[in-house]
């Protein structure tokens, strides 16, 4: 089986995706076409132009299976190269564009959306990485059809549901590891482990640390995930405010010092405002860590509801106040968080998917 994956904007986790397919499935040849992760609006436009004009040699070659992440521009670049039809396409979703929360301000663009959903409607096999991801999408496709003017199809959500599937992420086998017992005198061992972002609601974790400090409660903090160039300024501002309490700031290069930290911490905390499937929450959950994270989005597929807090997405305020009534629980008794079971997210692992994965990709 030959093999062509298209990453058309090659964050780490679609990077570590793909390389994990490559390794696991057994491929003749499995060759990887990918792009950097800048230049958003232009990279999910240009890409079937720049490999089109680019790699035309190596895209007119014969394969088994073309694999497309759901940034590349498939429909338009199978105009430009008609051979990669012959091929089973299939595209892989670990994000929608429908469902991606827009800044306050920020003029809606409908171009990434519909480019990820020509890619879906062109495709034979479509996979997203949550039935959040999957549902959020379709709901999305169907609002963009009711919105716009004339000559419209119909049926186009049900085109799309009819040849899609959910298919995790799968977690590396080095994310599942026996959890580090703490001495009992350990005060509550907090992860935030996510991008640096707006969209992660970083605001919203600190705010609600800042009534634990307020309140002269302890805890020990790991603030880590990948910072980028820009990024939100409430990040200094704890950083200077909770310095009594962080015990790792910033990301951790190597992934054996990260893991370390993830199977030695309590908990694992999740703010976000939008999440597709959320590996940053399940490599931790597998490495021991309990996950406090808001009721929506992906969460509900795999943390239990005792582990989940009450969402109020458009009052800021008051979520805040119902994660820190929670955070202050488990700092007056960590032993609480410590003694109860824990999650099992084997489900999630390559030995649990790679046969489903064999399967997606068979003609």
């Not at 890619?119 to 496709?141: I, K, M, Q």
């Amino acid at each position: 089986m030959r093999v062509l994956c298209l990453s058309a904007y090659d964050a780490g986790s679609h990077r570590r995706w793909h390389e994990g397919l490559a390794a696991r499935l057994g491929a003749d040849t499995f060759t990887t076409l990918s792009l950097p992760p800048r230049y958003f609006r232009w990279r999910i436009r240009g890409n079937s132009l720049y490999w089109a004009h680019e790699w035309r040699e190596l895209l007119e070659q014969s394969w088994d299976v073309v694999l497309a992440t759901s940034m590349v521009d498939l429909s338009a670049l199978r105009g430009f190269v008609p051979s990669l039809a012959d091929a089973l396409n299939v595209v892989y979703f670990h994000e929608n564009q429908f469902a991606y929360p827009t800044s306050s301000g920020q003029h809606e663009d409908i171009t990434p959306a519909v480019v990820n959903l020509y890619s879906a409607l062109c495709a034979d096999r479509v996979a997203f990485n949550s039935r959040y991801n999957l549902e959020s999408f379709l709901a999305g496709t169907r609002d963009f059809a009711s919105r716009m003017p004339d000559y419209v199809p119909e049926g186009l959500a049900d085109a799309v549901e009819g040849r899609s599937r959910v298919l995790p992420v799968p977690l590396a086998p080095a994310c599942f590891a026996e959890h580090d017992a703490p001495s009992p005198s350990r005060p509550l061992s907090i992860v935030w482990n996510h991008r640096w972002e707006y969209d992660k609601a970083p605001s919203r974790f600190f705010d609600a640390l800042d009534r634990l400090h307020q309140r002269g409660l302890d805890f020990e903090l790991h603030v880590l995930g990948e910072r980028f160039r820009s990024y939100p300024k409430v990040f200094d501002r704890a950083h200077e405010a909770l310095a009594d309490h962080i015990a790792t700031w910033g990301y951790v290069e190597s992934a054996d010092d990260y893991r370390a930290i993830l199977r030695r911490a309590d908990l694992v905390v999740s703010t976000s405002l939008h999440e597709f499937q959320g590996l940053a929450m399940l490599e931790a959950i597998a490495a021991g860590c309990r996950p406090l994270a808001p009721d929506r989005l992906a969460y509900r597929e795999y943390v239990p509801e005792a582990w989940r807090y009450e969402s109020f997405v458009d009052d800021a305020d008051r979520e805040v106040a119902v994660l820190a009534g929670r955070l202050a629980e488990f700092a007056e008794d960590p032993q609480r968080v410590r003694d109860s079971d824990a999650i099992d997210v084997s489900r999630y692992s390559w030995d649990a998917l790679s046969d489903a994965y064999q399967e997606l990709l068979e003609a």
